[in-house]
Protein backbone atom coordinates (compact mmCIF):
# COMPACT_ATOMS: atom_id res chain seq x y z
CA UNK A 1 0.00 0.00 0.00
CA UNK A 2 1.19 3.41 -0.86
CA UNK A 3 1.32 5.53 2.45
CA UNK A 4 3.05 8.76 0.65
CA UNK A 5 0.10 10.73 0.48
CA UNK A 6 -0.75 9.92 4.13
CA UNK A 7 3.02 11.30 4.75
CA UNK A 8 3.13 14.10 2.93
CA UNK A 9 -0.32 15.46 4.68
CA UNK A 10 1.57 14.59 8.23
CA UNK A 11 4.74 16.87 6.73
CA UNK A 12 2.67 20.01 5.57
CA UNK A 13 0.87 19.18 9.17
CA UNK A 14 4.50 20.04 10.92
CA UNK A 15 5.92 16.84 11.45
CA UNK A 16 9.03 16.10 10.09
CA UNK A 17 9.95 13.56 7.11
CA UNK A 18 11.32 10.69 9.77
CA UNK A 19 8.30 11.71 11.78
CA UNK A 20 5.78 11.05 9.36
CA UNK A 21 7.41 7.93 8.41
CA UNK A 22 7.38 6.47 11.41
CA UNK A 23 3.98 7.65 12.95
CA UNK A 24 2.91 5.81 9.15
CA UNK A 25 4.49 2.70 9.73
CA UNK A 26 2.75 2.01 13.42
CA UNK A 27 -0.73 2.81 12.31
CA UNK A 28 -0.15 0.27 9.79
CA UNK A 29 1.49 -2.05 12.08
CA UNK A 30 -0.80 -0.98 15.01
CA UNK A 31 2.60 -1.40 17.19
CA UNK A 32 6.11 -2.80 16.47
CA UNK A 33 9.35 -2.73 17.84
CA UNK A 34 12.44 -0.41 16.39
CA UNK A 35 13.92 -3.06 13.70
CA UNK A 36 9.86 -3.60 12.27
CA UNK A 37 9.30 0.36 11.96
CA UNK A 38 12.59 0.25 10.14
CA UNK A 39 11.61 -1.85 8.14
CA UNK A 40 8.10 -0.80 7.72
CA UNK A 41 8.89 2.98 7.44
CA UNK A 42 12.23 2.75 5.47
CA UNK A 43 13.77 4.95 8.37
CA UNK A 44 17.49 3.78 9.66
CA UNK A 45 16.61 2.09 12.53
CA UNK A 46 19.30 4.10 14.77
CA UNK A 47 17.01 7.23 13.36
CA UNK A 48 13.87 5.25 14.80
CA UNK A 49 14.71 5.58 18.59
CA UNK A 50 15.47 9.20 18.05
CA UNK A 51 12.32 9.65 15.94
CA UNK A 52 10.20 7.72 18.39
CA UNK A 53 11.10 9.97 21.73
CA UNK A 54 9.78 12.72 19.55
CA UNK A 55 6.57 11.52 18.42
CA UNK A 56 6.57 10.56 22.86
CA UNK A 57 7.28 14.26 23.73
CA UNK A 58 4.41 15.48 21.06
CA UNK A 59 2.27 13.19 22.61
CA UNK A 60 1.85 11.04 19.50
CA UNK A 61 2.93 7.58 20.63
CA UNK A 62 3.20 5.59 23.97
CA UNK A 63 6.72 3.29 24.49
CA UNK A 64 6.33 -0.05 26.28
CA UNK A 65 9.37 -0.62 28.23
CA UNK A 66 10.06 -4.68 27.38
CA UNK A 67 13.27 -5.66 25.84
CA UNK A 68 13.34 -4.32 23.07
CA UNK A 69 10.93 -1.51 23.07
CA UNK A 70 7.33 -1.32 21.79
CA UNK A 71 6.08 1.43 19.89
CA UNK A 72 2.53 2.12 19.76
CA UNK A 73 0.70 5.26 18.60
CA UNK A 74 -2.66 6.84 20.34
CA UNK A 75 -5.48 7.24 18.94
CA UNK A 76 -6.12 9.11 15.76
CA UNK A 77 -8.59 11.56 17.20
CA UNK A 78 -6.11 12.30 19.93
CA UNK A 79 -3.81 13.05 17.53
CA UNK A 80 -5.86 15.18 15.08
CA UNK A 81 -6.92 16.96 18.33
CA UNK A 82 -3.32 17.54 19.51
CA UNK A 83 -2.44 18.66 15.79
CA UNK A 84 -5.50 20.80 15.82
CA UNK A 85 -4.37 22.59 19.12
CA UNK A 86 -0.70 23.18 17.33
CA UNK A 87 -2.58 24.87 14.72
CA UNK A 88 -4.75 27.23 16.77
CA UNK A 89 -1.54 28.29 19.20
CA UNK A 90 0.99 29.09 15.91
CA UNK A 91 -2.47 30.46 14.24
CA UNK A 92 -3.07 33.21 17.35
CA UNK A 93 0.56 33.82 17.93
CA UNK A 94 1.49 34.70 14.82
CA UNK A 95 -1.74 36.45 14.39
CA UNK A 96 -1.54 38.05 17.20
CA UNK A 97 2.15 39.73 16.50
CA UNK A 98 0.37 40.90 13.25
CA UNK A 99 -2.19 42.84 14.94
CA UNK A 100 0.47 44.45 17.11
CA UNK A 101 2.73 45.34 13.85
CA UNK A 102 -0.62 46.84 12.32
CA UNK A 103 -1.68 48.99 15.48
CA UNK A 104 2.14 50.21 15.57
CA UNK A 105 1.78 50.92 11.93
CA UNK A 106 -1.94 52.43 11.91
CA UNK A 107 -1.25 56.67 12.58
CA UNK A 108 0.99 56.20 9.12
CA UNK A 109 -1.60 55.32 7.57
CA UNK A 110 -4.15 57.10 8.68
CA UNK A 111 -2.03 60.00 7.66
CA UNK A 112 -1.17 58.92 3.95
CA UNK A 113 -2.83 60.26 1.01
CA UNK A 114 -2.57 57.55 -1.01
CA UNK A 115 -4.95 56.13 -3.85
CA UNK A 116 -4.56 53.14 -4.25
CA UNK A 117 -5.20 50.07 -7.26
CA UNK A 118 -6.67 46.94 -7.36
CA UNK A 119 -7.06 44.57 -10.08
CA UNK A 120 -9.88 41.62 -10.34
CA UNK A 121 -13.51 42.04 -9.23
CA UNK A 122 -13.53 39.70 -6.19
CA UNK A 123 -10.71 42.17 -4.21
CA UNK A 124 -12.53 44.81 -5.74
CA UNK A 125 -16.06 43.67 -4.13
CA UNK A 126 -14.30 42.75 -0.72
CA UNK A 127 -12.56 46.44 -0.66
CA UNK A 128 -15.76 48.12 -1.73
CA UNK A 129 -17.09 46.10 1.61
CA UNK A 130 -14.94 46.89 3.52
CA UNK A 131 -15.70 50.87 2.77
CA UNK A 132 -19.45 50.68 3.43
CA UNK A 133 -18.51 48.67 6.39
CA UNK A 134 -16.84 51.76 7.72
CA UNK A 135 -19.69 53.91 6.75
CA UNK A 136 -20.98 56.39 9.52
CA UNK A 137 -24.08 58.16 7.61
CA UNK A 138 -23.91 57.82 3.42
CA UNK A 139 -23.50 55.38 1.24
CA UNK A 140 -23.37 56.05 -2.69
CA UNK A 141 -23.00 53.13 -4.94
CA UNK A 142 -23.37 52.71 -8.43
CA UNK A 143 -22.92 49.45 -10.88
CA UNK A 144 -23.03 48.50 -14.80
CA UNK A 145 -25.06 45.74 -13.27
CA UNK A 146 -27.40 45.99 -10.60
CA UNK A 147 -29.42 42.74 -11.40
CA UNK A 148 -28.15 40.12 -9.86
CA UNK A 149 -26.04 41.58 -6.53
CA UNK A 150 -22.70 40.13 -4.95
CA UNK A 151 -24.03 38.25 -2.04
CA UNK A 152 -20.75 39.95 0.02
CA UNK A 153 -21.84 43.15 -1.49
CA UNK A 154 -25.32 42.82 -0.42
CA UNK A 155 -24.56 41.64 3.41
CA UNK A 156 -22.38 44.66 4.06
CA UNK A 157 -25.37 46.92 2.71
CA UNK A 158 -27.99 45.27 4.37
CA UNK A 159 -25.77 45.80 7.73
CA UNK A 160 -26.05 49.70 7.16
CA UNK A 161 -29.98 49.68 7.90
CA UNK A 162 -28.74 48.36 11.61
CA UNK A 163 -26.62 51.31 11.78
CA UNK A 164 -28.96 54.06 10.02
CA UNK A 165 -26.65 54.57 7.49
CA UNK A 166 -28.33 55.59 4.42
CA UNK A 167 -28.06 53.94 1.42
CA UNK A 168 -28.34 55.40 -2.59
CA UNK A 169 -28.25 53.57 -5.36
CA UNK A 170 -27.52 55.23 -9.06
CA UNK A 171 -29.42 54.06 -11.66
CA UNK A 172 -29.54 54.49 -15.10
CA UNK A 173 -32.75 55.37 -17.04
CA UNK A 174 -33.10 51.39 -18.46
CA UNK A 175 -31.05 49.45 -15.48
CA UNK A 176 -32.94 46.88 -13.99
CA UNK A 177 -32.82 46.32 -10.34
CA UNK A 178 -32.81 43.41 -8.59
CA UNK A 179 -35.72 43.26 -5.86
CA UNK A 180 -32.77 41.94 -3.29
CA UNK A 181 -31.43 45.86 -3.02
CA UNK A 182 -35.24 47.31 -2.64
CA UNK A 183 -36.50 45.08 0.18
CA UNK A 184 -33.85 46.79 2.26
CA UNK A 185 -35.45 49.95 4.22
CA UNK A 186 -32.22 51.91 4.46
CA UNK A 187 -31.42 51.67 0.57
CA UNK A 188 -32.85 54.04 -2.21
CA UNK A 189 -32.66 54.30 -5.83
CA UNK A 190 -31.97 57.83 -7.41
CA UNK A 191 -32.38 57.92 -11.36
CA UNK A 192 -29.26 59.38 -12.89
CA UNK A 193 -29.89 61.67 -15.94
CA UNK A 194 -29.07 60.62 -19.57
CA UNK A 195 -26.39 62.60 -19.54
CA UNK A 196 -24.90 61.75 -16.68
CA UNK A 197 -24.73 57.98 -17.16
CA UNK A 198 -21.57 56.29 -16.88
CA UNK A 199 -19.77 55.63 -19.40
CA UNK A 200 -19.02 52.34 -21.55
CA UNK A 201 -15.86 51.49 -19.59
CA UNK A 202 -17.06 52.42 -16.11
CA UNK A 203 -17.89 49.26 -13.82
CA UNK A 204 -18.90 50.82 -10.36
CA UNK A 205 -18.74 53.64 -8.12
CA UNK A 206 -19.06 53.94 -4.07
CA UNK A 207 -18.94 56.67 -2.20
CA UNK A 208 -18.80 56.69 1.40
CA UNK A 209 -19.52 59.31 3.84
CA UNK A 210 -17.60 62.22 2.72
CA UNK A 211 -14.32 61.16 2.54
CA UNK A 212 -13.72 57.72 1.28
CA UNK A 213 -14.13 56.26 -2.75
CA UNK A 214 -13.82 53.60 -5.46
CA UNK A 215 -14.24 53.75 -8.65
CA UNK A 216 -13.52 50.66 -11.35
CA UNK A 217 -13.01 50.70 -14.93
CA UNK A 218 -12.54 48.04 -17.65
CA UNK A 219 -11.30 48.43 -20.83
CA UNK A 220 -13.31 45.73 -22.71
CA UNK A 221 -15.78 42.96 -22.07
CA UNK A 222 -13.09 40.18 -21.43
CA UNK A 223 -10.02 42.52 -19.55
CA UNK A 224 -9.85 42.41 -15.94
CA UNK A 225 -12.16 45.28 -13.77
CA UNK A 226 -9.39 47.60 -12.51
CA UNK A 227 -10.09 49.89 -9.72
CA UNK A 228 -8.55 53.41 -7.84
CA UNK A 229 -9.34 53.84 -4.45
CA UNK A 230 -8.67 56.38 -0.89
CA UNK A 231 -10.46 56.70 2.24
CA UNK A 232 -9.81 59.16 5.06
CA UNK A 233 -7.64 61.06 3.17
CA UNK A 234 -7.90 64.68 1.94
CA UNK A 235 -7.86 64.01 -2.00
CA UNK A 236 -10.39 61.39 -1.01
CA UNK A 237 -12.56 64.02 0.56
CA UNK A 238 -11.94 66.71 -2.56
CA UNK A 239 -12.86 64.29 -5.22
CA UNK A 240 -16.03 62.30 -3.33
CA UNK A 241 -17.08 66.35 -2.65
CA UNK A 242 -16.66 66.66 -6.32
CA UNK A 243 -18.49 63.51 -7.91
CA UNK A 244 -21.39 63.86 -5.25
CA UNK A 245 -22.33 67.64 -6.54
CA UNK A 246 -23.08 66.27 -9.56
CA UNK A 247 -25.38 63.42 -8.58
CA UNK A 248 -29.23 64.23 -7.59
CA UNK A 249 -28.02 63.10 -3.71
CA UNK A 250 -29.84 64.84 -1.23
CA UNK A 251 -29.29 64.28 2.51
Not at 63 to 78: C, D, G, H, K, R
Not at 113 to 138: F, K, M, N
Not at 213 to 233: G, H, Q, Y
Request: net charge negative.
Amino acid sequence: MDNSEAIDALIELGLSTYEARVFTALIELGEGTAREVAKTSDVPRSQVYTTTKELQSRGFISVQQANPQVFQPISLSEVESQLSREFASKRDTAFDRLKTLERQTAPAAEQSEDVWTITGTPAIIGRASQLIDEAETRVIYGAKSLEQPDAELLSTVRSCCSRDVSVHLLQDSDQEISDQWRENECVSVVSIPPQQAKGDHAVRLLLVDSDSFLLSVRSNRTAPEIAIWSANTTFAEAFSQLLTSSLPVTE
